[in-house]
């Protein structure tokens, strides 16, 4: 942090965000379910394999968040979420953008906005970034236990979950607040 606030000018103010990306397919998860004692509820399952990704990136301290859905997972896909997350900066502020270590976040193809500075995760620590618990809570209320009928039909319930939470600020903030990142 400091090495970051050493580049920039006197009183910019930072933003930690973090970012991740999700596979969403017709082989959704089953998530648990209430039930009468004693009974067995269907869940449907699907054996197509269409797919999606989210890439989300939120800012806990904001309650806001960044969003794309897109047919593919690789560096021009990262290269379109930066540029959205960049749009979603405090106008002044900078980003520190924490994230995995993904080819597609490391690979030097990407041309990273002025006002992003990325951090990476160390190796396989995915309980460090909060994202993967925004997935968590979107798989288990707006997108397991369904029948996608169409790759369409998987990108308009991605982008309805992900503006959802986006409704709901308070949620962002209740799921990714990170005691050890906000304490610079």
Excluded at 53 to 78: D, H, S
Excluded at 92 to 117: E, F, R, S
Excluded at 129 to 149: G, T
Aim: charged residues 20%; aromatic residues 8%; proline residues 7%.
């Amino acid at each position: 942090m400091a090495a970051v606030r050493s580049r920039l000018p006197d009183n910019t103010q930072i933003e930690v965000w973090f970012q991740d990306e999700a596979r969403v397919d017709q082989k959704t998860k089953l998530t648990g379910r209430w039930a009468k004692r004693g009974t067995r509820p269907a869940a449907p399952k699907d054996q197509r394999t269409k797919s999606a990704y989210i890439f989300g990136a939120i800012c806990p301290a904001r309650g806001v968040g960044a969003g794309l859905v897109l047919p593919r997972c690789n560096a021009q896909a990262m290269q379109w979420h930066l540029e959205e997350i960049s749009s979603q900066v405090t106008p002044g502020a900078h980003v520190l953008l924490i994230l995995d270590q993904a080819g597609g976040h490391t690979t030097g193809k990407l041309t990273v906005p002025t006002n992003i500075t990325l951090l990476t995760l160390p190796p396989r620590a995915p309980e460090l970034n909060p994202v993967e618990n925004i997935w968590q809570f979107m798989r288990e209320n707006w997108l397991s236990n369904r029948i996608f009928k169409s790759y369409d039909d998987i990108v308009a319930l991605c982008c309805e979950a992900w503006n959802k939470l986006i409704d709901q600020p308070w949620k962002i903030m209740a799921i990714g607040h990170r005691k050890w990142a906000h304490r610079f």
